[in-house]
């Protein structure tokens, strides 16, 4: 940083006037819908969770200083209104309407007098907003293959190539589920061996399938599981005797919560996928049929209601993330295996359907690769299981088939892993 700096309020370089009695910084981050500033204090306000109403004081001198920073960047999401609390606003009375909706923003208000009341001084936007890290690497694991479940898995470089089977690696097991944890690690978890399990087996960012740790929840098969909040898990759905609506939440550090009841129609046979950088989305399934039907999942992991009618109704499908906050939804079993995708927004709304994307099929996994493309691998097709790829581009694009990559398996799982390519 150049220049002479007094009270730098807001980082900038060059010269910056002090104020008038220098500015205290209150050590309590505002959280809550409504607070009542002083002049002289800055407030770190963060709207995570709801709007903010500022109350400023109802009296004020010439030079009265406030600062305002947006402590989480969600401005944009949830804004701060400013009451002026009876004195004007940038010469416009108490009665006019003040708002801030840009997330990353910081405000740096001065007291002039009684015409022109508080003026705004600055009013920036940070604009080198920290870029999370992306997942380079895949892998895949398990499933069922020549009559039997099968403890296998094969890594999915960077370049989105898979690599040779590797054996012993936990439970033979199928009808699994995945998800990241911890930014650039994974778990598969559940299941079917002989009957129905609970086990789970972490996998490092380097790519390495640890021991089984047991008694994780409900044990059940047919579900799904995706990434959320950056760094955290979740499984979703499933069957054992019922179907089930309910979730276990991962935490960080890979360890699976209770099991909690209740999150949208319960069914098995759905995919889901992490969107918009920080949450998930649960789509279609079985209730005895297929459904069309997805659930949103927000940073926090809390499933939202059921959306319907988001493309054909199917189950044993697949999903992945691509792009930059984008999911695509592929392949399953409606009356019969289909060949059909579905790409997923920034905002998580399901597109109509696209057909013909390689060899209609049920019952594969995916994984992201690269830092944002995706591939779909193995399943069962008309003739039994599969050894086939189908690469995702980073503009939603499904490639031809590429065959051989593995032993042909079904009922497989697939999630990323490392940040390092």
Known sequence: MSGTIGSNILSHSGTVAETAAGLNWVSTVVTASTVTVESGNG????????????????SAEAGDNIVIVDFARTWGTNKIIIDSNGLNFQGNADTFTVEYTTSGQSVNLIYSDSTKGWL??????????????????????????SSSNVS????????????????????????????????????????????????????????V???????VGTARNNL??????????????????????LKNLVNSSGVIAADVTGVGTAREGTASSDYGTDKAIFAYGDTG???SMSNL?????????????????????????????????AYGYASDRVSTKNLVNINGVIAADVTGVGTARNGGGAAPYGGDKGAYAYGEGGSGSISVKNLLSNVGI?????????TARSYVSGVGYSYTA
Do not use: H
């Open 43 to 58: 407030y770190w306000i963060n709207t995570t969770s709801n709007t903010c109403t500022i109350t400023l004081p109802a």
């Open 120 to 145: 705004p001084l600055e009013d920036d936007v940070v604009a080198d907003e920290p870029v999370a890290p992306t997942i380079q690497r895949g892998i895949f694991a398990y499933g069922y293959a």
């Open 152 to 207: 296998m898995s094969n890594l999915l470089g960077s370049n989105g190539v898979i690599a040779t089977d590797v054996t012993g690696v936990g439970t033979a097991r199928r009808n699994l589920a995945a998800a990241g944890y911890g930014g650039d690690k994974g778990i598969f978890a559940y299941g079917y061996v002989s009957s129905y399990t609970s086990v789970s087996n972490l996998v490092s960012n380097s790519g």
């Open 209 to 215: 399938i640890a021991s089984d740790v047991s008694g």
């Open 224 to 245: 799904s599981g995706a990434k959320y909040g950056g760094d955290k898990g979740i499984f979703a759905y499933g069957k054992a005797t019922p179907y089930y609506s």
């Open 289 to 291: 049929s297929g459904v």
């Open 297 to 329: 999942v927000n940073n926090s992991g809390v499933v939202a209601a059921d959306v319907t009618g988001v493309g054909t109704a199917r189950s044993g499908l697949t999903a992945v993330s691509y792009g930059e906050g984008l999911a695509a939804f």
């Open 398 to 406: 499904i490639s031809a088939d590429v065959t051989g990559v593995g």
